[in-house]
């Protein structure tokens, strides 16, 4: 059974930190991408950030670019995800997403096939 669990989130207040975690397991997903979405209450999951299989080509949203670095531990089968200066904008519900087919990184969330539960993430102003 295919598992990707979320961990990391919390409260922080703007200009903090947080690194988010997810364990894959049930599945090698090291030759896959892999992703982190956010989404908050009402609104469409959005792309914040994605790896290809070599790790080599992260690609950001816009309004994360230059504060949040994405990176992937192939050998633990983990994916993670670092937020430096933080912002209340930045307050939503965190998800890690995998590929399960072997091809460029998609920023859709309708492509991707694996889930986790998503992490909590607040930033207070």
């Known amino acids: 059974q295919v598992q990707l669990v979320e961990s990391g989130g919390g409260l922080v207040q703007a200009g903090g930190s947080l690194r988010l975690s997810c364990a894959a397991s049930g599945r090698t997903f090291s030759p896959y991408p892999m992703a982190w979405f956010r989404q908050t209450s009402g609104k469409e999951r959005d792309f914040v950030a994605g790896v290809s299989t070599s790790g080599r080509t992260p690609t950001y949203a816009d309004s994360v670019k230059g504060r949040f670095t994405i990176s992937r531990d192939n050998a633990k089968n983990a994916l993670y995800l670092q937020m430096n200066s933080l912002k209340p904008e930045d307050t939503a519900v965190y998800y890690c997403?995998?590929?399960?087919?072997?091809?460029?990184?998609?920023?859709?969330?309708?492509?991707?096939?694996?889930w986790g539960q998503g992490t909590q993430v607040t930033v207070s102003s």
């Open positions: 997403a995998a590929d399960r087919r072997l091809r460029g990184l998609e920023v859709s969330p309708l492509e991707y096939d694996y």
